[in-house]
């Protein structure tokens, strides 16, 4: 019975960046806290996606939920950008649940450029939330394809820990299946192809590792910092398509 417990344990925690981060149910810490002391989203599939919760005062944890009436688009942005990923592509009520935290009283109206939500103007405190209305946000993976003909092909670079740096370097071969978690993430399609390109000095790459990616976790969450001259460089499907939009236009 030990032994299986600490088989799960093992199996709920990642190395990322040098240090394990573990998904402990209540949000992703690194041992000691948790990565985001005021918004979090629980329930998702990456530490970008899930079921918001808002806590106002880091010293006294006390989280709430956030009703769907109480929140759009650009608070969205503000959450997204907070965690530091890419910008929202779903917004929804009790998408990841309805969990059992209370309801955030007051409907924040963020301007959409501020850093943090908390940062945000509020309005007047509401009384009531209809129930199955608690915001539930998918934040899209900071992962972008640059240099290449389309969108949908080029080098692969990812922000991670606020920094943008091609994914490279030795180690964690990639195969078109870890190829196409970036393309579908993209909406780009399937892989057609992925390689490493060779530069003629070194430079900052995020070593991304594929045995993680397959494990279902995001790009960013499987890279580590490193140094090479070599460099992931992707093709999606989707640039076919791309290209002949393009002629007909």
Known sequence: MKQKEQKEQKEQRICRGGGFVEDTGEGFTNGDHLLEDSVRLLGGTSLCSGRLEVNSDPSNPSWSSVCEADFDQQDAQVVCRQLGCGAPSVLQGALYGEGEAPMWTKEFQCGGHESALLDCNSASERNTCSPGTAVSLTCSEPVRLVGGESRCAGDLEVKHQGEWRPGGGYGFPWTLKTADVVCRGLDCGSAVSVGLREESSRRPVWTISSNC?????????????????????????????FDIISDII
């Open 213 to 241: 990616v397959h494990s279902g976790f995001a790009v960013r969450e499987c890279a580590d910092s490193s140094s090479s001259e070599l460099i992931l460089d992707l093709t999606c499907s989707g640039k076919l398509i």
